[in-house]
């Protein structure tokens, strides 16, 4: 029972662990680089995707052929949910379609998308500037005046710039007294 071990008898970590070791390590490595690239062109791919869409819908848009245009900024919205400028080109086909329910929704998804990209930001792009911009001018050429002033003020709280922040005052200013005069 006490018998002493052999020296050979004796396990000891070789060059095989090692290599084993370093074998695990290099295929876990191989199968990160790839899944990094498989996303990089997925995205590459849903990007280009969404452009397509985009590009096909201004034209149809342009060419007033509205089933087409909705069809493909509908496509472009599946593919970018959290883009906004496919959400103009829905809003830009149903006024051409006259369809100002269809419209306001709308624009109150991609104002929804600015929102929270302006949570997330600290701050309001261009677009999303813009994007507002147009859906206030939309609430006010189909009289739901109340509704503009709502977005001018949210606005107002998103944005920094003193001077677009008057200009903004003086549009909802020019609302109250363009309702009250003809009502």
Known sequence: CGELLRKS????PGRRAGKKAGLVIAGIVIVAVIV???YMMYGKVQEKRYI?????????L??????KAEESFNEAVSVEPRKIDAYQGLADTYEGLEDYDRMFDSYRKGIS???QN?????????????FYNNAIDSYVEQG???????LIEQMQNMISDEKKKEELEEKKKELGIYRQYYD
């Open 62 to 67: 342009a060419e007033m052929d509205y089933k």
């Open 36 to 38: 990094i690239f498989v």
């Open 144 to 150: 739901n005046d109340e509704e503009a002033k709502d």
């Open 113 to 115: 998308i600015v929102n």
């Open 9 to 12: 008898e004796i396990h000891k």
């Open 52 to 60: 397509s869409n985009l590009t096909d819908g201004k034209k149809y």
């Open 118 to 130: 302006y949570k997330e930001q600290g701050s309001m792009t261009k677009e999303g500037e813009q």
